[in-house]
Nanobody
């Protein structure tokens, strides 16, 4: 299984970025896809997830209304649309997957597969 993120870049405060996570070898329909982020000196935190099967979406409070997660079965890809970026959004963003459904943001320890991350920088 491989997960490959892309789309990280330098953005201005208030700007937007769209991250992509292309998967291969994953039973995509059976997988909950989640995005995590980790800033220097901080723990990895869940940002958003889209559950397997019912496609329910869950977000951490600080990104609600600004970030939007989606996935496409045919492309076996997930996206994270990030709008109204803030300096505190700067981090390495990781795509991760686990088999099964979730009714809330999963913990990092629950994830079965990880990408290598993509860097998001936000200038103030």
């Amino acid at each position: 299984v491989q997960l490959v993120e892309s789309g990280g870049d330098l953005a201005q405060t208030g700007g937007s970025l769209k991250l992509s996570c292309v998967t291969s070898g994953l039973a995509f329909r059976d997988a909950t896809i989640a995005w995590f982020r980790q800033a220097p000196g901080k723990e990895r935190e869940g940002v958003a997830c889209v559950s397997a099967r019912d496609l329910s979406q869950y977000y951490r409070d600080s990104v609600k209304g600004r970030f939007f997660i989606s996935k496409d079965y045919g492309a076996e890809t997930s996206w994270l649309q990030m709008n109204s970026l803030k300096p505190e959004d700067a981090a390495v963003y990781y795509c991760a997957a686990l088999y099964g459904s979730r009714s809330e943001l999963p913990q990092a320890s629950e994830m079965h597969f990880w990408g290598k991350g993509t860097l998001v920088t936000v200038s103030s």
